[in-house]
């Protein structure tokens, strides 16, 4: 199996490159070229190994997700070249994560245990457990952070810092809401449930699009279906579609991020199951067999499907 780590192209008409820890971005005047590499990373720290098949993964799942939410907001993929490749509309991103919640789980559920009743400016009801569902889906964003952590933030103080102005926000609230809305209607159609996730836009001129991956494991936190209501009644954990059980590894072998702490070793073993689990979750949001791809060299690939698409 050979993960793609890196790649270090140099395409006709390039004019820069930004490594992210998971893809590849390389820019030209007007679009990106977005190579999804296997690359993995978890607190904030990309892990030592790449994983297999992981890029191709999340890049064929947001593909599928973009396609599938045309029709409520226009999005900034061009083509698909590669399994791996997503080449796009180069947008100036807003700077803010769009955060929808449709239960009370995760960083919300942790605010929650602690007392907070206020989340971003949205009022939540006393009585909730770990993962109710809550009575409406609410909007908590968070500010897109060059360098270091997002933080939770307001509307309010979105708007009174000027991060995003009215008239886009309101724009901003009514897509995410729309796109949670569909994003619930198609894991639902697998037995699934969309218990939150995040969207990221941008602009062209006046226009605004839709960018990033969606609905992906990676961007979002799914549960089963079958189960849920009696797991709530029995107050045991439910069984989760994302990328938590790489943290949770990671915390059970001492690693949280934090300094002092090293990576635990990732043996072949570690490498293929959480490989494994990706295209398990590939097949569960999907529906549809994971194609593993059979080259010696991937990179070649990428890069002759990405110069044929140019």
Excluded at 7 to 22: A, E, I, M, N, R
Excluded at 52 to 68: D, R, S, T, W, Y
Excluded at 124 to 146: H, M, S
């Amino acid at each position: 199996m050979n993960a793609i780590k890196e790649t270090h192209f140099q395409l006709p008409g390039q004019t820069g490159f930004y490594k992210g820890k998971v893809r590849d971005v390389y820019h030209f005047t007007d679009k990106l070229v977005v190579v999804a590499t296997d690359r993995i990373s978890a607190f904030d720290v990309v892990l030592p190994k790449a994983i297999p098949f992981k890029g191709q993964v999340l890049n064929q799942i947001a593909a599928k997700m973009l396609a599938q939410t045309a029709d409520i907001v226009p999005n900034w993929i061009l083509s698909v070249p590669d399994p791996s490749v997503s080449i796009g509309i180069k947008c100036e991103p807003f700077k803010v994560e769009m955060v929808i919640r449709g239960y009370l789980a995760g960083h919300a559920a942790r605010e929650y245990k602690a007392g907070k009743r206020l989340l971003c400016g949205v009022a939540l009801p006393e009585g909730l457990k770990e993962n109710d569902k809550l009575p409406v889906p609410i909007i908590t964003p968070t500010t897109k952070a060059d360098e270091g952590h997002d933080e939770d933030i307001s509307r309010e103080d979105l708007l009174a810092r000027g991060i995003v102005s009215e008239a886009d926000y309101v724009q901003l609230e009514k897509y995410t809401q729309a796109l949670f809305k569909r994003g619930t209607e198609l894991a639902a159609k697998q037995g699934l449930i969309l218990v939150d996730t995040k969207y990221e836009f941008g602009k062209v001129g006046d226009k605004i699009y839709l960018i990033d991956e969606i609905h992906t494991p990676d961007s979002s936190r799914y549960f089963y279906t079958e189960g849920y209501v009696e797991r709530q009644k029995a107050g045991e954990a439910q069984k989760q579609l994302s990328k938590e059980f790489v943290r949770q590894w990671l915390i059970e072998n001492g690693f949280q991020g934090k300094e002092g702490q090293s990576v635990p070793t990732m043996t072949d073993d570690i490498v293929s199951n959480i490989s494994a689990r990706y295209i398990e979750l590939y097949e569960k949001v999907l529906g549809e067999s994971f194609s593993k791809p059979t080259e010696s060299n991937p990179e070649e690939r990428i890069l002759k499907n990405i110069l044929k698409s140019l």
